[in-house]
């Protein structure tokens, strides 16, 4: 095959795949699960796997939720045998990683409900930069 025609073909090929290749977000959230709150309640709980698509980390330095008053990323731990739990200032998703937020460990506290909702949002921020937006049915789980 003469050289134009096999760099013609090469080219072909790669703009071909190049449409045919699916762009995947940046950040994806799965297996989302938000806890009822109590009756007379004040407080729910959210656990989901975020994956970051990308080559470079991704931080999320705050959450929101129109459904509550405020969201925060908390971690849980044992020391000397005692539970706390502890605010984290940031969530850092190293690239090509996923970070469980999960009973006993990373999960976002939901503080102070606004409205009565079957579905709550959530919106993950890098600073003002809106990282990701993801809905979810409220749950019946317990904290």
């Known amino acids: 095959m003469p050289a134009i025609y096999a760099k013609t073909l090469l080219v072909l090929v790669l703009i071909l795949g190049a449409c045919n290749s699916e762009k995947q977000a940046p950040l994806v959230a799965t297996d989302i699960v938000i806890t009822a709150t109590m009756p007379g ?17 991704i931080r999320i330095s705050h959450v929101t939720s129109p459904q509550f ?11 000397d045998g005692i539970a706390k739990m502890r605010r984290v ?9 996923t970070v469980s937020l999960q009973r006993g460990g990373l999960h976002l506290m939901l503080m102070r409900p ?17 990282v ?3 809905s979810a049915p409220l749950g019946t789980g317990s904290n």
């Open 41 to 57: 309640g004040k407080m729910s709980a959210g656990y989901l796997s975020l994956h970051n698509n990308t080559r470079d980390a």
């Open 69 to 79: 008053d405020a969201v925060e990323i908390h971690e849980s731990s044992i020391d």
């Open 89 to 97: 200032p940031e969530l850092l998703i190293p690239a090509g990683s």
């Open 114 to 130: 606004t409205t009565h909702s079957d579905s709550v949002s959530l919106s993950f921020f890098d600073d003002t930069t809106l």
């Open 132 to 134: 990701l937006d993801v």
